[in-house]
């Protein structure tokens, strides 16, 4: 016949289980961090409407209004992590010359850009999400090359701007809804 354990179970000995009113539940994040977060859910709910109820569709195209309604463009903008075809120089073995020359002709999350304008329907080979993301129509500042990148890739320069937070607010959309 078993022993009956008090406490935490095997391997915690001993260990007396807390009072329901001295549980504390934390998501380790704080307070100053995680209030922009509730606003911008916010900003976006305003927006959509629920968050959970709105099929994607519909939310991109209240995305896209309000975008091409209330960005400032053309702005200035960087991509935010290794766009696709770069992975593997970023985080593979170093081929710092295979790099820079595929740089010269293909867009970088290094670049700087000039965000001319976004539209609705259109595929890039470039574009991480193509067929759902939003087109993004730039020019490479350092050569004037265009590329069409995908809007969820990109971030606005200028971190005080309402444009960052406009792309912010879409990116964390996108990336967690769609």
């Known amino acids: 016949m078993k022993k009956k354990r008090k406490g935490g179970g095997i391997g915690f000995g001993n260990v007396q289980k807390p009072e329901a009113e001295s549980i504390v539940i934390s998501d380790f994040e ?13 900003r976006i709910a305003e927006l959509i409407g629920d968050l959970d109820e709105c099929p994607f569709g519909k939310a991109m195209s209240k995305f896209y209004d309000h975008l091409r309604s ?3 463009l053309p702005c200035e903008v960087t991509g935010i992590e290794d766009f696709r075809w770069e992975e593997r120089y970023v985080l593979g073995p170093p081929k710092p ?6 740089r010269e002709k ?10 001319l304008s976004i539209e609705q329907g259109v595929v890039s080979k470039w574009m991480l999400f193509a067929g759902e993301d939003l087109a ?17 890739e990109l971030k606005a320069t200028n971190k005080n701007s309402k444009n960052h937070q406009l792309l912010s607010d879409y990116v964390m959309y996108f990336v967690n809804y769609r």
């Open 30 to 42: 704080p307070q100053a961090e995680r209030e922009p977060w509730v606003e911008q859910e916010s």
């Open 70 to 72: 209330s960005l400032e």
């Open 97 to 102: 010359k295979e790099y820079a020359r595929l």
């Open 106 to 115: 293909q867009p970088s999350f290094r670049d700087t850009f000039e965000l």
């Open 136 to 152: 993004a129509h730039v020019r490479r500042k350092s050569d004037g090359k265009a590329f069409c990148l995908g809007l969820a």
